[in-house]
């Protein structure tokens, strides 16, 4: 399977946060945040925010002095013991943050095996989850979690995923011609997030954006009750720059 990266906000974010656990990991005594500076090449508005985020996630703490040693999550996700179980773990409490930060339910969807998967996802009251009424594995031409992963494909594993999975007009909006589907994914630009306007169930709009790690193909996704349509921009929005702690806990 051929994949098309274009780096995307989120993941230069993981790469420049990649940067400060690798200075932060090569101490045991700690580093300071002038330290980082230097050793890193950040700026210090930009190393600040990442310390933040990294703080928050638990991937570095800070000793006497203000110098920054490994957190425990990150001791843990990089342990070979339980990595899964504890990678499992971190998901799921991120994506119970950002379904509280955007109000809608949110999911991870992976492309494995060349099929769509959603791997792991957090509703509450009045943010439920998109009932499953078609199984997502044939529906990637309808939701925002399949038209992302497939935008992450290259061309010819666009059209081999089409071949395998016949388009299924679901709503009066869903597309069903594989030509326009193909037209619109390869001009879908891969920082906008990805919409689905009840093409996949009445009463229901999502979006998702992509979360790619090296050669891993996924998605960060959101669903809201169509009475909350005029929400979904700025949800998306948030979901879109939040995405960071998620792509970095899977690169790990």
Known sequence: MALMHEPTAPYHSVQDALRVLETVARTTTGVTETEL??????GPERLALLLRMLRREGYVEQVGGGAYVTGDTLRRLTSAEDRERALADKLQRTLDRLRDSVGA????S???DGEVKVTQYAAGPGMPAVNEWVDFRFSAHATAV???LLTQ????????????????RLTSRTITSDKLLLSRLESQPPTV???DLQEYAVGTVCAAVPITAGASV???????????????KRAADTLNRNAAPVLLSLAL
């Open 153 to 168: 494909l290259d061309h010819n594993a666009r059209r081999d995923h089409l071949a395998r999975h016949k388009m299924a």
């Open 146 to 148: 399949g038209k992302s």
């Open 105 to 108: 339910a949110v999911y991870i």
């Open 37 to 42: 500076t230097r050793l890193t090449g950040l």
């Open 218 to 232: 996924g998605c960060l996704a959101l669903s809201l009750p169509v009475e909350h349509a005029h929400r979904l």
């Open 193 to 195: 997030p990805v919409l």
């Open 110 to 112: 992976r492309y494995v």
